[in-house]
């Protein structure tokens, strides 16, 4: 994404809306653009969204709430996903999680993360045989060790996850 002025990005917005001609019908994509131009939702463009389209703020919101694929949060400059499908939660999808929580000191699914880093988990990657998996910053780590924590902590290092200061 690009970064954007203000004045661009009301008249970016204004330009997608007048595209789809504010036909209720089209207020995904019309979402969907918005996260283009801005790298998320930010509430300012929501309410442009619901003023331009004449529709209520409510279900402006309820729509960019309901799906995952949206973000009400900035992204964060460094990113984690955890798998927790079936295949990685057999082995031990759920413990890495807690410890991906614990080095980064974030929670699970908080888009906001802890300012730098934010942990989302996801339902399948595709890569069931190789589980546990992990993706950081689009790079796909997997067969993790979960139960030999010497040698996940050197992977989750190597793959430039910090540790807490206390660790
Ligand atoms: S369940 Fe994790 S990659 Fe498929």
Request: glycine share 8%; aromatic share 4%.
């Amino acid at each position: 994404m690009s970064v954007t002025t203000a004045s661009a990005a009301a008249a970016s917005l204004a330009q997608v809306v007048r595209r789809h001609g504010a036909r209720s019908d089209a207020l995904i994509e019309v979402l969907h653009q918005v996260q283009e131009i801005h790298g998320y939702l930010p509430p300012e463009a929501l309410r442009e969204v619901a003023t331009l389209m004449r529709l209520p703020l409510s279900r402006v919101y309820g729509v960019a709430s309901f799906y995952h694929l949206f973000r009400l949060e900035p992204p964060t400059d460094h990113r984690c996903a955890v798998c927790l499908g079936t295949a990685c939660f057999v082995r031990g999808a759920a413990q890495l999680a807690q410890r991906l929580e614990t080095r980064l000191g974030v929670d699970l699914d908080d888009a906001a993360g802890n300012g730098t880093w934010a942990l989302q988990h996801v339902s399948c990657l595709g890569a069931c045989g190789q589980a546990p998996v992990v993706v950081v910053d689009g790079v796909l780590l997997t067969k993790l060790p979960v139960d030999r924590r010497e040698e996940l902590e050197s992977q989750l290092d190597a793959a430039g996850i910090p540790r807490p200061p206390t660790v």
